[in-house]
């Protein structure tokens, strides 16, 4: 049998299965628990400071985000505040993807 878990809630679980085999009076237990945790992660700064930049010029810097945690972490990076001019000033690359435990 294979048994699939997947949840949105943190917290530890414990489930009991009751399986009852055709041709069979008795049932057959099995006890299902664990704890699911979210992820933790961090950038390697606290703050990205451009100092004076060119007009209409690039300007890039790089920062590493790392999962901290013993689980796989998928994210999404935006800046929320960007787009309010005509062009997006901010471009993050790769904005999305999947960092393995301890990436």
């Known amino acids: 049998l294979d048994i ?6 943190l917290g530890e ?3 009991m299965f009751n399986f009852q085999l055709q041709g069979s ?7 299902i628990k664990g704890h699911v945790v979210g992820p933790t ?11 004076v930049v ?4 690039m300007h890039k810097k790089t920062i590493t985000l790392s999962n901290t945690s013993d689980i796989p972490m998928e994210y999404v990076l935006s800046v929320p505040q960007d787009g309010t001019f005509v062009k ?16």
Do not use: H, R
């Not at 060119?54 to 010029?57: D, E, I, L, M, T």
């Open 4 to 9: 699939t878990f997947c949840s949105d809630i």
């Open 13 to 15: 679980f414990s489930e």
């Open 25 to 31: 009076d008795d049932l057959l237990s099995c006890q």
């Open 41 to 51: 992660f961090n950038f390697d700064v606290d703050e990205i400071d451009f100092g």
């Open 54 to 57: 060119s007009y209409s010029f």
């Open 88 to 103: 997006k000033e901010f471009e993050i690359q790769p904005s999305q993807g999947v960092l393995q435990a301890g990436d």
